[in-house]
Structures are given as C-alpha cells and as structure tokens.
C-alpha cells in the first residue's frame, strides 16, 4: 500500500470508529479515549475549525505539554484541512514570540498554565486545562458537530515543525502527508508494529520522534500511551499495567529507566521492545539492558525531522554490528560524497545525502536554507559517514560540531563513544578552544559515575588504545551535571558558551 498526494492521514483514523469503536486509542493513566470519541472530538475540532476566521490563514498553532487534548487538537487541525504547528513549552517567551510572528497562527490553543508566555501576541486562543478539566476547549468542543465534516485537504502540507531554538533561532520545516504515509510504511514493518500493540513515546510530544510515534500508532489502530513528563517511574507504571509494551526513546531515557528498574519496588512487565534514535546508543549500555529487561527487542534508527527515517538496526543485527547505525530503510538512497560532489569509496567518510519519498518538503519561508541542503531530491544531512563492505553505515559525526587541529578534522562524536566505555563515566561531551599553535585544541568535559574519578592521563592512555595520538583530549573539565534539550540530547552550544566564558 502506497499514500498518495490527496490523502489525509486521518482517513485512516476515522476507519477504526467502524473497525474497533470502543478499543483504547490514547491512554493517560487512567484517562482513555476510544476511538469512537477519538474520531467524534477530531470531527468536532475540525467542525469547529471551520468557523474559525482564518481567511488565507491555515496554521493553528498549538502550545502545550503531553496530554491526551494535545493529540485531539492535532489530529482535528488535520482532519480541517488546515496545518498544525507544535510549539516547544520550554521555549522562552521571546523565541514563542519569534515563531507566532513567522507562522501567523489563525488561532492558537493554549495550555492555561502557559498563557502568560503570550499575554501580549493579540492572536486568538483557546485555553486548555489538560486531562478532562472544564474549560475553553471542553465548552468549545461541545458546541461542534461531531458528524464528519466535508473538508477538502487544502494543500499537501500535514504540520509545521520548528527545531529546538538550541542552536540559535528556532527553524520551521515542513512535512507533507505523503512523507509521513511513506514513513509509516516503511517503519511498519521493520520495527514489528501491529494493530494489537501498546506503544509508549514518553518524550515530549512537541518533538518529532514522539510526535510520529503517536500518530504511528493511530494510523496502524493501536493503544498509545501518555505519560506528561517523562520519569522512569512512569514508564514503568505503564509496563506494570500493559503486557509486551513498545517503547520509543532516547539513549539518556533508556539509561534512567535501566538505574531504576534495578531498584524498583514493585512488578512490572518487561516491555517488548524499544526503539531508540535521537543519539548513538552505546553497546555497553544495550548489554546492560539486555541483563535488566531479559528478552528485549532492541532496535535503532537514524533519522532527522527533516529526513524521516535513515537506516536502522534490528534486534539481530545491533548484536552483530552494535556500533553501527545499521542499513538504509526499504526506499532509501545513500550517497556519500567528498567534498567536490564526487561518490567517495567504501569504507572512506564523506558528507552524507539521503533520497527518499520521506524527506521534508524544505525550510519554512527560508528558500537559500532549503536550497543549500536539498537538491533534485538529495538532502545533505550535516553528516559525515562511511559505509562497510556490507552496506553498514557508519556515523562519525556532526559537520557543525567537527575541530580542526593543526590542519587535521576531528569528530568529537567518535572520541565521546570511546569514552563512554568506560565504567567512571556517566556522561562526557567532547569540544575545543582556540589554541594558539594548533588552531583549536580538544577539551573533555566529564560527569563521573557516582564514587568514581580519573585524571587526564588515565584519560589519555585509554583514548590511546582505539584513537590518534593528536584525537586525545589536551585538557579535562570535570562537570556535576550537564544540562540537557527538551529532546534528550546535550545542550552543546550552551555548554560551550559557558566553558568559554568561565576559560576568558
């Protein structure tokens, strides 16, 4: 099955009203919405939509955390027509602000507690109490037919993305029904997906991977599950109550939830998989959840919110080829190229280009952004890679974040997997500063395992074992904690910033 340009992702939706009306579609707790009231209320919002003054305007923006109105209020902008456009809770007002100017929402739906981050935007909103409580949207919703509305798709776009704002002014892409319908196909499959499965994305919904998983999840008829912000308590509460619970995470989730399940006091499920992306997951840590969840499924993907899926790794081949991230999806093209453009050999890294049906549309309102990485449909990912004989590939890191010492490229990337081997490590990031004679010099900055410490030589003799000589780091900065993105991943530019403040 293939989509196609006029389809609307909630077609699909709207079938398991007839299908299975009252199976559990979203779950919070103990709040659950079958998919009978789930297609009433998306037929509702969308009715409602409809009388909205929105002129030439289509976006409807949406500021909210995890709860069961956030998917609701998404799927119903969709089944309108119009296009919904996530916003960050953990944006500062003024990069809030920066996006309702560049989107101009038609209307925006609010969560009461964040209503003062846009006291001030004159746009139309909609106040929300999550989980149930009366309010604007509860009143809203029940003044609109919950017959389904006759609303031609207006354009190919499904939502406006925007990135974190975590390396500078946060930057809208846009995704198209037919991406998504490609990736949902694609995705399927590999990662095992049936209409009988509970799936559980415990990041914040704002961010693609939970975002896709949860709408994955309706579009295949399954049970998604909420919780509001992510603990590992949490997630185990939901293993406790579901049997053979599917997982989508982050590394630094995955590590939170192995510490404390260790400890845990009550029984729970083993859950049946986990689908991690967002960063490299260490082989050391997926043979300790290995031993903590016996019998796990264990798959990764590499991906982007502007390329979908990349290349994944399944439970059999992440026990052959644990550092790597895996082969391309069915459909994906991979390029690897130096830099003059031209194919580079196996086994040598270059710039990587993907090609695929899932690829983003381009930039919002940023035409030179989109051109300078999208071209006769290769999108240049900011990557660099190399592929093995085999066809795996191989990350070795983020062009943005590359050093250049005394003329030669360093990936930090690579000198933080090989460090993260080591038992004394909790969490390490990898950076430089200028450096008189070398141009920049390499700089470790390391959050110890709990009891735990060692010096910069310790540090340099074990980088020596599986590095250059001139990849060592020069200078170690220890650190109590690091901060984090709302996504999971550290915040670097910031870490730097500081260390670069602190150092002057």
């Not at 006029?6 to 007839?18: A, C, G, V």
């Not at 500021?63 to 119009?82: D, H, P, R, T, W």
């Not at 982050?250 to 083993?270: C, E, G, N, S």
Request: glycine share 6%; charged share 20%.
């Amino acid at each position: 099955m293939k989509g196609n340009n006029n389809m609307n992702i909630t077609d699909q939706i709207t079938m398991y009203k007839d299908i299975c009306p009252e199976k559990v579609a979203v779950q919070l707790g103990t709040r659950q919405l079958t998919y009978s009231a789930l297609v009433d209320s998306m037929n509702q919002i969308a009715n409602g939509l409809s009388n909205v003054e929105h002129s030439s305007k289509s976006n409807i923006a949406i500021l909210m955390s995890n709860c069961v109105e956030f998917i609701q209020i998404f799927v119903g902008v969709v089944k309108a027509g119009l296009i919904p456009v996530p916003l960050d809770p953990k944006w500062s007002a003024t990069e809030i602000r920066y996006v309702l100017t560049k989107c101009e929402p038609a209307l925006l739906f609010i969560e009461g507690s964040l209503a003062d981050k846009v006291e001030e935007e004159g746009i139309p909103t909609i106040i929300v109490e999550p989980d149930g409580t009366e309010d604007d949207f509860s009143n809203w919703l029940a003044s609109n037919a919950v017959e389904e509305p006759i609303t031609p798709l207006i354009n190919e776009v499904l939502f406006l993305g925007f990135t974190s704002g975590t390396t500078g002014t946060p930057k809208g892409y846009i995704r198209t029904h037919l991406s998504w319908l490609e990736s949902f196909y694609s995705t399927n499959k590999v990662f095992n997906l049936k209409f009988c499965d509970h799936i559980l994305a415990p990041g914040p919904l704002v961010h693609s991977l939970s975002l896709f998983a949860a709408i994955q999840t309706l579009f295949i008829g399954a049970t998604f599950h909420i919780i509001r912000k992510f603990t590992p308590a949490d997630v185990l509460k939901v293993c406790q109550l579901v049997e053979e619970t599917t997982i989508f995470l982050v590394p630094t989730m995955i590590q939170a939830i192995m510490d404390y399940a260790v400890r845990a006091p009550h029984p729970y499920y083993v859950p049946k998989a986990v689908i991690s992306s967002g960063a490299k997951w260490s082989a050391a840590s997926k043979e300790g959840a290995m031993e903590v969840f016996p019998n796990l499924d264990i798959y990764e993907f590499y991906g982007s919110s502007e390329a979908s899926y990349i290349s994944y790794l399944t439970p059999q081949n992440n026990s052959l080829k644990p550092d790597t991230v895996g082969k391309p999806f069915p459909q994906v093209k991979i390029s690897i190229r130096d830099m003059d453009g031209k194919e580079v050999k196996t086994g040598e890294v270059g710039q990587l280009f993907v090609s695929s049906e899932m690829i983003f549309s381009g930039y919002y309102q940023q035409e030179d952004e989109t051109n300078n990485v999208l071209k006769d449909n290769w999108l240049k990912l900011g990557d660099y890679a190399r592929r093995d004989e085999e066809g795996y590939l191989y990350i070795e890191g983020r062009a943005k974040n590359m050093i250049v010492s005394g003329g030669l490229n360093i990936f930090p990337e690579e000198i933080e997997r090989v460090l993260m081997q080591l038992p004394e490590i909790e969490a390490v990031m990898v950076t430089s500063l200028p450096d008189a004679y070398w141009g920049e010099k390499v700089i470790v900055l390391v959050q110890w395992t709990q009891g735990y410490t060692l010096n910069l030589q310790e540090v340099k003799s074990h980088c020596r074992k599986y590095l250059a000589s001139y990849k060592t780091p020069q200078e170690l900065i220890e650190v109590t904690a690091f901060p984090y993105t709302s996504s999971g991943k550290i915040a670097r530019n910031l870490v730097k910033q500081q260390m670069i403040e602190v150092c002057r």
